[in-house]
T-cell receptor, first 112, second 115 residues
Framework: NAGVTQTPKFRVLKTGQSMTLLCAQD?????MYWYRQDPGMGLRLIHY???????AKGEVPDGYNVSRLKKQNFLLGLESAAPSQTSVYFC???????????FGSGTRLTVV | AQKVTQAQTEISVVEKEDVTLDCVYETRDTTYYLFWYKQPPSGELVFLIRRNSFDEQNEISGRYSWNFQKSTSSFNFTITASQVVDSAVYFCALRLRSGNTPLVFGKGTRLSVIA
């Protein structure tokens, strides 16, 4: 049982480049989330989805876009990467609204 | 808006000592859920416990125990007889029952257990 899979695990981008982070879950979870983790800041919510075809903004959405075209996938896009987006990105999912989240292993992104 | 505060940024203990990680939360809602997650050095986030606001019973799981006190808005986590494998960053989180509000995390407490 794979759980939540994030690709890629590591990436280095140049300022201004674009990329997409993929999150895939095989647990038929309804809710999916993208967080970023920065030293001393904990985990901050970027965007989330409460079901296929839905997305919503979190605490720090600027500079990111998301899509949930299929229930099992939640994509996070950076259109024009900036050094401030250097971070570790975590995807999570949950079946019910109040259950514990299952997290992916994270994507370490460096923007130079 | 809800908020979670973990005032202890870093804690170091010697193996076999007991250690308590503090978590204080703020919310005006009466129905909510509290969580603890562990992030070991390998980086993954591991779910430890969920507690709803109507259940103030303390929870014990092996060497781990949790003390939930609504009167002080606290949900503290104690590790008894700590071990080196307990070294990790621990996050407390809060989720309201109303709406679709996702988890709000504290900034985490880094625990180092020294052999």
């Amino acid at each position: 049982n794979a759980g939540v899979t994030q690709t890629p695990k590591f990436r280095v981008l140049k300022t201004g480049q674009s990329m997409t982070l993929l999150c895939a879950q095989d647990m038929n979870h309804e809710y999916m989330y993208w967080y970023r983790q920065d030293p001393g800041m904990g985990l901050r919510l970027i965007h989330y989805s409460v079901g296929e075809g839905t997305t919503a903004k979190g605490e720090v959405p600027d500079g990111y876009n998301v899509s949930r075209l299929k229930k099992q996938n939640f994509l996070l896009g950076l259109e024009s990467a900036a050094p401030s987006q250097t971070s570790v990105y975590f995807c999570a999912s949950t079946l019910g609204l109040f259950g514990g989240y299952t997290f992916g292993s994270g994507t370490r992104l460096t923007v130079v | 808006a809800q908020k979670v505060t973990q005032a202890q940024t870093e804690i170091s203990v010697v193996e076999k000592e007991d250690v308590t990680l503090d978590c204080v939360y703020e919310t005006r809602d009466t129905t909510y859920y509290l969580f603890w997650y562990k992030q070991p050095p390998s980086g993954e986030l591991v779910f430890l416990i969920r507690r709803n606001s109507f259940d103030e019973q303390n929870e014990i799981s092996g060497r781990y125990s949790w003390n939930f006190q609504k009167s002080t808005s606290s949900f503290n986590f104690t590790i008894t007889a700590s071990q080196v494998v307990d070294s990790a960053v621990y996050f407390c989180a809060l989720r309201l029952r109303s709406g679709n509000t996702p988890l709000v995390f504290g900034k985490g407490t880094r625990l180092s257990v020294i052999a």
